[in-house]
């Protein structure tokens, strides 16, 4: 039972172009959510978040956008860049603290 | 301004020996969150603790596996007669409260190979 899913295992962009992740989760009673970003043999490093009383947020080249009728989000990277070559993971906060983590996408960014 | 510090880093047992893994929060942090990732998925919590208590244990497999956080020292994950099927990353992620916006900080993980 898979609550939050991200259904893309790859994603390959050029240098300076958008890249675009997405995420979608099926427990409407979720509001808070997470992006993190992993490298082989790291642990997850914290990039953005977002409130379900939001439908953006925004970071430097880090957007992310929540659409709560459809229970699906999405980050934007953009100009990306080589070094944001990782694994990207979408979770969800549940009520008691508890993050609930997509598969996760990998993002390769060719020069 | 140390991060969470997790020991090993690697981890080699035996089936049926036992994993102590290890995790310090961050300064100030007194909530500790074990994760577990298995090859090719993504991680999966297995416990909540605060000092000298578990919150929530929801993730935790029944049987072989125990979580301490005690008033002094590390947050320990032990898991008892190790099998291959242990062989995962396992990630500790402390923050500083229990509100949903109290960002959860990961450390390096302990990669635990079972033979």
Redesign the interface.
Known sequence: DQQ?K?NSPSLSVQEGRISILNCDYTNSMF??F?W?KKYP??????LI?I?SIKDKNEDGRFTVFLNKSAKHLSLHIVPSQPGDSAVY?CAA?D??????????TELSVKP | NAG?M?NPRHLVRRRGQEARLRCSPMKGHS?V?W?RQLPE?????MV?LQKENI??E??MPKERFSAEFPKEGPSILRIQQVVRGDSAAY?C?S?RG????????????T?LTVL
């Open positions: 939050v991200q509001d808070y997470l993190y043999a790291e642990g997850p490093t914290f978040s409130s993971f906060s009520p008691r603290g508890k993050l609930i983590f997509g598969q996760g | 969470v997790q909530h969150y994760y998925e993504g991680l999966k919590f909540y919150i929530d929801s993730g990630f992620a923050s229990l509100a949903v916006t109290d960002t959860q900080y990961f450390g390096p993980g990669r």
